[in-house]
């Protein structure tokens, strides 16, 4: 059976604008990281575990399901819609407790099928927060892998794609600001997307744990109710059939420490996607990219000739946003009094906060991306500006020439330094400068031939090998 969509379950009027203006590019994540969705998961937490124990026999008197009993408990899970959480909320308004609200709409289902002699199986030993941190768990897998890494890998796939084709688009560099040795467009592109693409692979390959071990971890309620049954494996078995890894040691929480972990990859995702934001921010301000205009779109409300960066703006905002709730919740998750307390449960409703601000980050930054042309004449002008940036290529061979015993090498950065700290040297001034030096012939004609656009190493090689080692980690 499809399950239900819990987009549509939400209203339009919201607070918060990842539910009202940006509620597009959130909306994916509803189905993994809302209210409704944590109800949905708790459901099937305790639907599974319901089955688990009576295909386990592991409780004496239970009998064995039928495949229709098994259906109707697994339909609450796939029918699970807008009158499911009505009926959960009217039985909350009730009990003032959620997870009791559930236990209670599968009693009912079970009452329903004429199962009602099975009942106290469900929640069987459990403590709330068993059913809890496996729903959590499932819904952060969900969000992580089914939302969040497809929106990463779409701008990595991006910025790959523009390193490639920018890797022989020479260009200025700058350290400190200032002009420095020539590189490209695409090898710069690809030094953001080489690190993106390793925090992508950190991300992929996160733990998501889980445990169902009682009030405080010992199993102390399953083994006064069922002394011969060997409650860990049952446990272990049970959380790894969802899909998760088990956590053998906890006390009545999970620790959250795989939370933290997966929150802190992400935060450092979401850093270096800042980077590329306010780089390429400033290669538009420079003149480097020009950003395709839109049909229609007005960048100012004053000034019709102004396109502005608005999804490179958006995107770092969004960034900062998304990372100041991950850097809270890794730091809160990890910390709990002695054997338990709540600050975690209110804590874990911002999760898909976090990460819709960085969803919507990620979709701006891919949309910006697209809407770039490069500017080859003004990275052309740029470095012809700039020939003082082969001093270091000059004082470069001098070295080497040294070192082979050629005269007069000595000293070569002191030399270059003078004619060319805080001075603006152009191509003649160079020229004349390196056929003064003595230098052997060849040594002399390959200076004699290079430009600052011809002076940007293997740069072109590096990009388009990064773009081949992505396209082949992303089919692996």
Known sequence: MTRVSLAQLIPAIALGP????????????????????????RIHV???WFIHLADSHAVPGVRDLTDGERASLRGLVDGFDADTVARLKEIEAVTVHDVKAVEYVIKDR??????????????????????????????IKGAVQEVWLPRAAALIDALEAMAAD????????RTHGQPATPTTMGKELAVLAHRLRRQYGRIAHAEFLGKINGATGTYAAHRVAVPGADWPELARTFVEGLGLSFNPLT?????????????????RFNRIAHN?????????SLGYFTQIPVAGATGSSTMPHKINPIRFENAEANLELSDSLLDGLAATLTTSRLQRDLTDSTTQRNIGVALGHSVLALNNLVKGLERLSLNRAALAADLDANWEVLAEAIQSVMRAAYLRGVEGMDNPYEKLKELT???RVGQAELQEFVRGLGLPAEDAER????????????????ARAEAQAWGAASHT
């Open 46 to 48: 305790e639907v599974e």
């Open 251 to 267: 006390t009545q929480i999970e620790s959250h420490d795989w939370q933290a972990e997966v929150y802190a990859d992400i935060a």
């Open 166 to 173: 920018l890797a022989d688009a020479p260009m200025l560099a």
């Open 276 to 284: 590329l934001a306010t780089d390429v921010w400033t290669y538009i």
């Open 110 to 139: 079970l009452r329903e099928i004429g199962a009602g002699d099975l009942s106290e199986l469900v929640h069987f030993c459990c403590t709330s927060e068993d059913i809890n941190n496996l729903a959590y768990a499932l819904g």
């Open 421 to 423: 700290r805080g001075h």
């Open 447 to 462: 200076l004699a031939q290079l430009t600052p656009a011809a002076y940007s190493g293997a740069a072109e090689a590096l």
């Open 18 to 41: 990842l539910d009202g203006r940006y509620r597009a590019d959130a909306a994916p994540l509803v189905d993994y990281l809302s209210e409704a969705a944590l109800n949905r998961d």
